[in-house]
C-alpha cells in the first residue's frame, strides 16, 4: 500500500508556539509568555510628544512619525488605535527593516541555541503584526548578513508563501577585503525581498553609464548597440528557425543549438530586402533544423522555408555594400564591415532598467561611506558598527516605491530608512526602541534633514559623465578608472609620447554631474508608547492593574484597546466607536454611574462602562434602563485569565 506522508515543511524552534513581552523598557530583553497573556495582546497608548518642522503637506508633522518605544507595542497600536488604523492601515507599500543581527552584543543574556529562537520569534511576532498595515500590493525588504538569512527566508516562506518570494538581493557592503577575518572576509549582506498581492518592482532611470554601450557607428539618429539577433526557444518556435543567406558573403545563417531568431520570418524578409532582394526556398534542411533544435529530424517541424537571395551573389553584394555606404543600416547587421556574421540594432530602451539581484557598492554605496555620512552629521561620534549608507535605501525606495508612498521601518538605527524616504518625498513610520538613540541620533538628524541642513547622503546625487564623448561601449566610471591607471603607469615608464598621452586622456575625460534631490522641508511628529496598564502574577496567571492605570491615562489605553475613537471634549464619555459610548471609571461603578451615563446617552446609543470595580446592582439597572449596553470589569473582562511561562 503506498504510504502518504504527513505533515508540512517548517521551521521549528524553541518557543515557537509562545510570544515575548520585553523585561526591560528600552532594551532587548525579553521573557517567554503563552500568547494569550495581556501583556503580549495588550494595545498601548501612542503619546505625542511634539511637531517637527511644517505640520501640514505631503511630507509634514502629519504625515511622517518617529515613535520610541518597543516596535511590536508600536505596530499593534498602530493597526488597532483607530485614529492610527484609519490612517495607516493597508496604506504601506514598503517595509524595510535593518534588525538587529543574532550576536552576543544583541541577546547578550541567553545561550546560543536559545538566542536564536528569541530572535526568530520576536521577528514572526512582528512580520504578523505588519499584515494589517500593508497595501494590497506593497513588498517586504529583511536586511541581514550570514547569522539568520537562511532561517529567516523559511519564516518568511511560511508567512508570505514561498510563492511570493521575490529575490534575494546580495548588497556588496565592504570596500575591501578583510585579511583579518577568521575564515571568508564577509563581503556582502542579504536582502530577502517579498511581494504582498500584484507588487511588481519599479524599473530604475537610465544612467550614463547604462547607455556607454550605445553608439551610431552608421549615422542612425538613434543610439544602438551590436546585440544578439537569436533569442531562446528553438524547440517551441521552430518556424523561426531557419537559414538567412549572407548577402555579401553568400554564406548561410542559422541560430545557434537551442536559439531561434529574435523575430518572425515575416519581419526579417523585409529587413534583408533592404541589402538586397530577397525570396523564400525550402531548401529541404530538416535534419539541420532538427538538431538546432534539440528534436529528431520526424519531430522538426517541416516545410520552414529559408530566406534567400534570389538575385546572383555578385549583384547582391555589391547591393549590400551600397547600402552599407549610405548608412543608416537596417535592423540586421552585417558584422566586421560587412564580411562577418550577423547582429542586430539594440536600441536604448524607453523605459528604465529591471533591477537585478547583484548591488555593487559603486553603485549602493558600503559601510564605510555610511561611516562617513554620520560622522558629518554627527562629528566625533560612532554610534553603530554596520550603519547602511543612504544611496543602498536610495536603490531600495526607488525599486519599491513612488512619491507619496507610506514607507514603514520599525528598527530605525541611525534613522537612515527615514531620511532617504523624506528626501524622496515619500511618506514614512519609523520605531526605535532605545530612547537614548533616538534622541541622540534619530531625532536630530530627521530634523536636520527637514530643516534642509543635512547636505549629505542623496541630497545631492553625483553622477560620472563623459565630457565630449567616450569610445564605443567605454561607460564614464570605466574611462575614469582607466586615467588613474594610466597615471601609475606613466610614473613608472620614461619617455611615453606626450601626444599619445594627451590624445588619450582627451578621448576619455569624464566629470561629475551634480543634481540637486532635497532643499529641506516637510515635517514630523515624535510620539513614545505608552506604559502597560497591566501586571500579570506569575504564579497564578491573574492580571492586576499597574500603577500606571490612573485618570486620562487609564481611559485612553481602554479605548484603543477596546478600539473606540477617543472623544476627549465629552463631559462623560471617553470614546466613541459607531453607536457605541464608552465611559472609563477609575474607580467604581455604581448605580449613580449608570444613571449619568444612561441620561448622556442619544436616542439609539449604546454606552460600554468599563470600571475597577462594579456594584452588584449596577448591572442590572444598566440592563434595565439601556438594554444593549454592558458593564466591564477591568482587568478580569478586558482579558481572559492569562497562562504565564
Request: aromatic share 6%; glycine share 8%; hydrophobic share 35%.
Amino acid at each position: 500500500m503506498k504510504r502518504t506522508p504527513k505533515g508540512r515543511l517548517e521551521l521549528t524552534w524553541m518557543g515557537k508556539d509562545s510570544a515575548l513581552i520585553p523585561v526591560e523598557e528600552g532594551k532587548y530583553d525579553y521573557a517567554w509568555v503563552d500568547p494569550d497573556d495581556p501583556r503580549a495582546r495588550e494595545v498601548k497608548s501612542i503619546e505625542v510628544l511634539e511637531q517637527v518642522g511644517e505640520v501640514d503637506g505631503p511630507t509634514g508633522a502629519n504625515e511622517n512619525l518617529l515613535i520610541i518605544g518597543d516596535s511590536g507595542d508600536a505596530l499593534r497600536s498602530l493597526a488597532t488605535i483607530p485614529e492610527y488604523h484609519d490612517k495607516y492601515a493597508g496604506q504601506v507599500k514598503l517595509v524595510y527593516i535593518d534588525p538587529p543581527f543574532n550576536t552576543e552584543q544583541t541577546f547578550e543574556h541567553y545561550a546560543d541555541q536559545l538566542e536564536h529562537s528569541i530572535w526568530l520569534t520576536m521577528m514572526r511576532d512582528r512580520i504578523r503584526d505588519i499584515k494589517p498595515l500593508l497595501s494590497p500590493d506593497a513588498s517586504v525588504w529583511v536586511h541581514l548578513d550570514d547569522a539568520e538569512v537562511h532561517r529567516m527566508r523559511v519564516l518568511l516562506d511560511e508567512e508570505f508563501g514561498p510563492e511570493n518570494a521575490v529575490g534575494q538581493v546580495v548588497w556588496q557592503k565592504a570596500d575591501s577585503t578583510r585579511n583579518d577575518a577568521k575564515g571568508l572576509s564577509s563581503d556582502h549582506d542579504t536582502l530577502l525581498v517579498y511581494r504582498v498581492g500584484s507588487w511588481q518592482p519599479n524599473r530604475l532611470p537610465r544612467s550614463a553609464a547604462m547607455d556607454a554601450r550605445f553608439s551610431s557607428p552608421d549615422g542612425d539618429p538613434n543610439a544602438w548597440f551590436d546585440d544578439n539577433p537569436s533569442a531562446p526557444g528553438a524547440r517551441t518556435h521552430q518556424g523561426m528557425v531557419f537559414a538567412i543567406q549572407h548577402p555579401i558573403t553568400g554564406a548561410l545563417h542559422y541560430p545557434a543549438r537551442g536559439r531561434c531568431w529574435w523575430t518572425d520570418q515575416g519581419q526579417l524578409l523585409d529587413i534583408m530586402n533592404e541589402y538586397a532582394p530577397y525570396e523564400l526556398v525550402d531548401l529541404q534542411d530538416e535534419e539541420t533544423r532538427a538538431g538546432l533544435c534539440g528534436v529528431s529530424p520526424g519531430q522538426v517541424r517541416s516545410g520552414v522555408r529559408a530566406i534567400m537571395l534570389s538575385v546572383p551573389l555578385t549583384q547582391a553584394a555589391a547591393s549590400a555594400r551600397e547600402r552599407l555606404a549610405r548608412g543608416s543600416w537596417p535592423r540586421v547587421v552585417l558584422r566586421s564591415n560587412g564580411t562577418g556574421g550577423l547582429g542586430r540594432k539594440s536600441y536604448v530602451p524607453s523605459v528604465g532598467q529591471v533591477p537585478s539581484t547583484w548591488w555593487s557598492n559603486a553603485e549602493t554605496g558600503h559601510n564605510r561611506e555610511a561611516k562617513a555620512e554620520l560622522k558629518r552629521l554627527f562629528p566625533g561620534v560612532i554610534p553603530f558598527a554596520t550603519p547602511k549608507p543612504e544611496r543602498l535605501l536610495n536603490r531600495v525606495l526607488q525599486v519599491a516605491t513612488l512619491p507619496g508612498d507610506l514607507v514603514l521601518d520599525f528598527f530605525a538605527g541611525s534613522g537612515t530608512t527615514a531620511a532617504v524616504a523624506h528626501k524622496m518625498g515619500r511618506r514614512w513610520i519609523t520605531v526605535e526602541l532605545q530612547e537614548d538613540t533616538a534622541r541622540k541620533f534619530v531625532l536630530p538628524r530627521l530634523t536636520k534633514v527637514a530643516s534642509g541642513d543635512d547636505p549629505g547622503g542623496v541630497t545631492i546625487l553625483t553622477e560620472r559623465v563623459a565630457v565630449d564623448g567616450l569610445p564605443e561601449n567605454l561607460t564614464p566610471d570605466e574611462a575614469q578608472r582607466f586615467n588613474t591607471y594610466l597615471g601609475r603607469v606613466l610614473k613608472a615608464v620614461d619617455g611615453v609620447d606626450t601626444a599619445t598621452v594627451k590624445a588619450l586622456r582627451d578621448a576619455t575625460r569624464t566629470r561629475d554631474e551634480k543634481t540637486v534631490q532635497w532643499n529641506g522641508g516637510g515635517g514630523f511628529t515624535v510620539a513614545k508608547m505608552g506604559p502597560s496598564m497591566y501586571e500579570v502574577d506569575d504564579e497564578d496567571g491573574e492580571v492586576y492593574l499597574s500603577a500606571e492605570a490612573t485618570n486620562g491615562a487609564w481611559s485612553k489605553a481602554i479605548a484603543g484597546q477596546l478600539e473606540f475613537t477617543l472623544t476627549p471634549e465629552h463631559p462623560v464619555f471617553c470614546g466613541v466607536r459607531r453607536r457605541q459610548r464608552l465611559a472609563v471609571i477609575d474607580g467604581v461603578v455604581d448605580e449613580t454611574v449608570v444613571r449619568t451615563v444612561v441620561e448622556n446617552l442619544a436616542d439609539n446609543e449604546r454606552a460600554v462602562i468599563v470600571g475597577k470595580g462594579v456594584v452588584p446592582e449596577a448591572d442590572a439597572l444598566l440592563r434595565s434602563l439601556s438594554p444593549g449596553s454592558r458593564i466591564k470589569k477591568a482587568p478580569g473582562d478586558i482579558f481572559p485569565k492569562a497562562t504565564v511561562n
